[in-house]
């Protein structure tokens, strides 16, 4: 018999960190999206079989139309959200391009200090948090 933790479903997320002159870039998650409304690092989903660093690029330039440059691994973590458990890595990233709302509700260059005002899913606080002892 499987244990709970081995029929949970486990979703690896790939997000960027991106920052340009003392703020950081985030967007917002769209109305029909789960998680509706909520701010997020740039980023998404990791398909089967796909690389971090394919995955950061597909979905950097599904979102916001850019390009990117892989940085270095900035953090990996677990969140659990009750039916799931999200793995989270972020990286540092460059962009290739200027941002526009391509598949995001909105998107934000906010400074630090900044965060928040802005509500974030469970695993993107925890990066923020890092962030910020940074």
Not at 29 to 35: G, H, Q
């Amino acid at each position: 018999m499987a244990s709970p933790d081995e029929t949970r479903t486990h979703i690896r997320v790939v997000a960027a960190e991106i920052e340009n002159n003392g703020t950081f870039l985030i967007t917002q998650r769209r109305p029909e999206a789960s998680m509706p409304l909520l701010w997020e690092f740039p980023g998404g989903r990791v398909a089967d079989g796909e690389s971090d660093a394919a995955a950061l690029g597909r979905t950097i330039s599904a979102r916001i139309g850019c390009g990117i440059s892989m940085g270095e691994k900035t953090m990996e973590m677990s969140h659990d959200y009750g039916d799931y458990t999200l793995s989270l890595v972020s990286y540092r990233v460059s962009l290739l391009g200027t941002p526009t709302r391509r598949y995001v509700n909105d998107l934000r260059w906010v400074k630090p200090e900044d965060f928040g005002d802005y509500e974030f899913p469970g695993a993107d606080q925890k990066t923020i948090d890092a962030l910020l002892c940074d």
